[in-house]
């Protein structure tokens, strides 16, 4: 049974940080694509950032501009892990945020992902 799990979310104020953190198990390889995504008040999911793997355990990241020199993604592959921090946070910024692993591109495309946690929620105050 594949199992994927976000934590870390919470309410903080403008300019405030989180860490959010992504648990995956029961895979039978290691997944190439891992990508967080979030679902805005505006009910659209967008990705958010991405870390995709180029060899052993290097990999590549990519972000959505909006969010560019904010937040940071980044893996432990050794602990199933995944993470995102981020850092100066806005209103705009808030929604629930979903962890995706798969083994296709594009990073930024729900369809491209088999397996999704059930989100956790950011919640930025002006």
């Known amino acids: 049974l594949v199992q994927v799990m976000e934590s870390g979310g919470g309410l903080v104020q403008s300019g405030g940080s989180l860490r959010l953190s992504c648990l995956y198990s029961?895979?039978?390889?290691?997944?190439?694509?891992t990508s967080w995504f979030r679902q805005t008040p505006h009910n659209v999911r967008e990705g958010v950032a991405g870390a995709h793997l180029i060899s052993g355990n290097i990999y590549e990241t990519n972000y959505r501009d909006s969010v560019k020199d904010r937040f940071t993604v980044f893996r432990e592959n050794a602990k199933n892990a995944v993470y995102l921090q981020m850092n100066g946070l806005k209103p705009e910024d808030t929604g629930v945020y979903f962890c995706?692993?798969?083994?296709?591109?594009?990073?930024?495309?729900?369809?491209?992902?088999?397996?999704w946690g059930q989100g956790t929620q950011v919640t930025v105050s002006t």
């Open positions: 029961g895979l039978t390889q290691r997944p190439v694509f």
């Open positions: 995706a692993v798969g083994n296709v591109p594009p990073w930024d495309d729900p369809e491209s992902f088999d397996y």
